[in-house]
């Protein structure tokens, strides 16, 4: 009875930013895939579904009267590992000697005098 694993597969996700001429026909959107966010001011739609369905409905999409633009979120493609890129936190690590510059740390603070 216990026996039976459930196991679950990470579907490929991705987001299509709809730019639209009017929000009435936001409804209508629903059937395309899950609407994440609506833009009521500059009248946009965020749109998730899977991956392997981008071309398809985006090219439906376009055909819709009243879609203005459709765009594709590129930030499945982008590499979000910034440790390479950042460097090591050592190399900006500063010795107390460092902290201020030689001018700024032979001042002496002079009172107005009264």
Known sequence: MLDKEIKFEVT????????????RQV??????????????????VIL???????????FKLNKLHFVRQVERSYRPDVEMNFADKIGKKELFELEEDELFDSEHAKKEIV????
């Open 12 to 23: 490929r996700r991705r987001s299509l930013v709809i730019w639209v001429y009017s929000l």
């Open 27 to 44: 409804k209508n959107l629903r059937r395309f895939g899950t609407i994440q966010y609506v833009s009521r001011k500059m009248k946009y």
């Open 48 to 58: 998730y579904m899977p991956d392997e369905e981008i071309e398809a409905t985006e």
């Open 111 to 114: 009172l107005a005098e009264q």
